[in-house]
């Protein structure tokens, strides 16, 4: 149950006695309590301006409770609500050197691209493969938005770094191992800037969009969903993009959406045509992972795009998108 209250004071000192999370949304002051209260405690009515039941602790995320689509702003860059804005997210898995770096970011100055990513701290599957440069990749991020102006995601792989991502990034990025991790998730939602929230690959859509809650009960209003895909049966891919509950997530969560075809496919080849399929829903972003040299690449060569296939990625994703009424930025 979500109560909004009235200006009446007094409240402050009744909450303690019941479960319940104190929220500022917009100028509202929110009370969230667990899904299963049906009743407004007596004491607290006079408090309530407005009321809203929920079937499930997919609560500030739900449509039942904003309707339509939340509306994200970063300097120039605007998604969701009445937008009409596609972003587009490209750089590479890792950042390797400087001079990698820097042709990505000048990758994205040519097409116009906005958000360079690039990831600086590795959640590796194996601890022998490249983990990540660490704050150094940090600081060579934060000189390409320097130079070129580019907003910067990249991603928090654990606590020991939480902070300093937070401070030199514009946008955090919620890995798919990280989505259950309460630490990142608590601290995001004290931060204001945009986070982009992975769906782990064994994760049903209510545990997703439950995770999300944690950011936005913090306080954090700026919040994206990302699918990247999830582990099926199937091994011919990396992972299985779930398009089914991208519909889902359209339907019934009033978070933008930004899906990640690079992960899901695991490999270039179907990079492009996935691409299309993401656009073609009028979803609010995509992420896809670029290299100047992907053979060389230190982790995820496979599904790396050189520049010249994303090149024509982007124009043929610009068409997709527009032709349903999105502009790819």
């Not at 739900?62 to 939340?70: E, N, Q, T």
Request: glycine share 8%; aromatic share 8%; hydrophobic share 40%.
């Amino acid at each position: 149950m979500i109560l909004q209250l009235n200006t009446k004071s007094g409240w402050e000192d009744i909450i303690s006695q019941y479960p319940l999370i104190h929220v500022k949304f917009s100028d509202a002051n929110l009370l969230v309590s667990p899904s299963s209260w049906k009743e407004i405690p007596t004491n607290l009515e006079p408090y309530i301006a407005q009321s809203w039941y929920m079937d499930s602790d997919i609560q500030l995320a739900s449509k039942k409770f904003l309707p339509g689509k939340r509306k994200i702003t970063l300097g120039d860059v605007s998604i969701g609500g009445d937008s009409g804005n596609t972003i587009m997210m490209t750089g590479p898995c890792s950042v390797e050197s400087e001079i990698q770096i820097t042709a990505c970011a000048e990758l994205c100055v040519e097409l116009g691209v906005k958000v360079l990513r690039a990831g600086c701290f590795k959640p590796r599957t194996s601890p022998y493969t490249f983990q990540g440069l660490g704050m150094d990749g940090l600081i060579l991020l934060s000189r390409m938005r320097e130079k070129y102006g580019l907003q910067i995601i990249t991603e928090i792989r654990d606590s020991t770094h939480a902070e300093a991502v937070i401070e030199h990034t514009d946008w955090i990025q919620i890995g798919a191992k990280a989505m259950y991790d309460h630490g990142i998730l608590r601290l995001c939602g004290k931060s204001k800037k945009p986070v982009l929230l992975k769906r782990g690959f064994g994760s049903t859509l209510q545990e997703f969009v439950q995770a999300a809650e944690f950011i936005l009960s913090g306080g954090n209003e700026n919040v994206v969903l990302c699918e990247r895909g999830i582990r099926t049966f199937e091994t011919k891919s990396r992972f299985t993009l779930d398009l089914c509950g991208v519909a889902y997530l359209q339907e019934h969560v009033n978070l933008p959406v930004i899906l990640d075809p690079s992960h899901a496919m695991g490999y270039a080849y179907g990079v492009k045509g996935l691409t299309a399929a993401c656009a073609a829903m009028g979803v609010d972003g995509l992420i896809i992972e670029t290299h100047p040299d992907p053979a060389k690449a230190k982790s995820d060569a496979s599904q790396q795009l050189d520049f010249d296939a994303f090149r024509n990625l982007y124009t043929h994703a610009s068409k997709v998108c527009k032709a349903v009424g999105y502009q790819l930025i």
